[in-house]
């Protein structure tokens, strides 16, 4: 080997994410004495051990991690040049790596997709959904080129598209006191123990504040992992919550013994935005995935009074 080339950076990092000369070899679509060879050559060039070798495992070493880092940055760099070649002939084709946070993922995307794939059949989304701070991490790797997250975001390098405000209604037990009202002022809620999600999810942080500000109280045995969970444990008695808007109107009345009620007067609100990287080589077509989205039925509907 007399120089280092992408498909050998492609190894090592395939290496250490697996940890694992067969499954990397798969991943890369190779045989795996092929990738071993290369990366024994690889080795030879830097004259540094990049990986241990044991019968069970592959290790990778102190500096291979350094350069593995090195290598992930070079070819996030290489794939946003592809990307903007591409683009100038067809932005709105190719793939799009979208992330997503849980508590909305489920409620917008089944009405995203079938429109964006008529409107654009050439574009294919690749979606990913995860809690803010793992997003904010992708989005910093170049491994997502935007992600659909609450906002603010506190990351001075990302751009915010703003989309729209989703409200928040109250779940009840259909047994509870305040489910014999058609809405429910924030007051009613005062001392109120609310089921509340678990750490990492920015929805809980929502949450809290509202808690806050009406003087209502975390229900300190219990975290959800998702809005699901909430859903459920309202139903069998054990709380109150905080549900959006979107996910409301997806389940129904599919949760015997749940009822939801609008806040009375203005609804405390959740501000939903797209965010991208600067510079990030598909701010045309993200563009117009969040004027796709505004102009969603379910999501125009939010705005009218």
């Not at 992930?72 to 997503?100: C, K, N, T, W, Y």
């Amino acid at each position: 080997m007399n120089h280092v080339n992408f498909r050998d950076l492609r190894y090592l990092v395939a290496v250490a994410d697996h940890q694992h000369f067969g499954r990397a070899s798969a991943a890369c679509f190779v045989s795996q004495p092929t990738l071993s060879t290369q990366i024994k050559k690889l080795e030879a060039y830097l004259e540094v051990q990049l990986v241990e070798r044991t019968s069970k495992r592959v290790l990778v070493t102190p500096i291979g991690r350094m350069i593995t880092e090195r290598a992930r940055q070079i070819l996030d760099e290489v794939d946003d040049l592809v990307s903007v070649a591409r683009a100038a002939g067809d932005p709105m084709s190719g793939d799009l790596r979208i992330g997503i946070i849980p508590t909305l993922g489920p409620y917008l995307i089944p009405h995203l997709f079938p429109i964006l794939q008529a409107r654009y059949p050439k574009l294919r989304l690749l979606l990913h959904e995860e809690r803010t701070r793992g997003l904010i991490d992708r989005l910093r790797e170049g491994t997502l080129d935007a992600a659909i997250m609450g906002a603010p975001v506190p990351d001075e390098g990302l751009i915010a598209q703003p989309l729209f405000k989703e409200p928040f209604e109250v779940a009840l037990p259909q047994s509870h006191p305040l489910a014999a009202q058609a809405e429910i002022a924030r007051d009613d809620l005062d001392a109120t123990p609310m089921l509340l999600l678990e750490e990492g999810h920015c929805m809980r942080d929502q949450a809290l504040d509202f808690c806050s500000r009406v003087g209502a109280q975390q229900h300190q045995d219990f975290r959800a992992t998702s809005l699901e969970t909430l859903r459920q444990m309202v139903a069998t008695g054990a709380g109150v919550t905080l549900l959006p808007t979107l996910a409301v109107q997806a389940a129904g009345n599919a949760t015997d013994g749940l009822a939801v009620r609008p806040f009375a007067g203005r609804p405390p609100v959740r501000e939903l935005a797209i965010y991208r990287r600067r510079g990030c080589a598909r701010e045309p077509v993200v563009s117009a995935l969040a004027e796709l989205i505004r102009d969603l039925p379910p999501v125009r509907a939010l705005a009218t009074p």
